[in-house]
């Protein structure tokens, strides 16, 4: 088991930044993949952003791609997306998830491949 918290949420004006952090406690973290995901009110659970066991791999979707950036330190536990130029459109509550891989450089990018989530952080975007 991992337990997961987000932090790092809040309201943001177009073109701003945020960090956000999502700290695990549990089983050793370094053998999970990690994820970000969002919703939307009415929205399906998107992906955002994924980063391996290693860190040296990452995956964005397209909407965040240049803008985002995903990042984890093992020895903290801890996994951090970093938003810049952000939109309206990243309004959403967002979550952070983790799944055991059997390979350091493995990361997964869909909802139903992870098995632990966050509760998630509001992030709002006004224009």
């Known amino acids: 088991q991992v337990q997961l918290v987000e932090s790092g949420g809040g309201l943001v004006q177009a073109g701003g930044s945020l960090r956000l952090s999502c700290a695990a406690s549990?089983?050793?973290?370094?053998?999970?993949?990690m994820g970000w995901f969002r919703q939307a009110p009415g929205k399906e659970r998107e992906f955002v952003a994924t980063i391996s066991w290693s860190g040296g791999r990452t995956y964005y979707a397209d909407p965040v791609q240049g803008r985002f950036t995903i990042s984890r330190d093992n020895a903290k536990s801890t996994t951090y997306l970093q938003m810049n130029s952000l939109k309206p459109e990243d309004t959403a509550v967002y979550l952070c998830?983790?799944?055991?891989?059997?390979?350091?450089?493995?990361?997964?990018?869909?909802?139903?491949?992870?098995?632990?989530w966050g509760q998630g952080t509001q992030v709002t975007v006004s224009s």
């Open positions: 998830a983790a799944v055991v891989v059997s390979n350091s450089e493995y990361y997964r990018t869909r909802t139903y491949e992870y098995d632990y």
């Open positions: 549990g089983r050793t973290f370094s053998r999970y993949a």
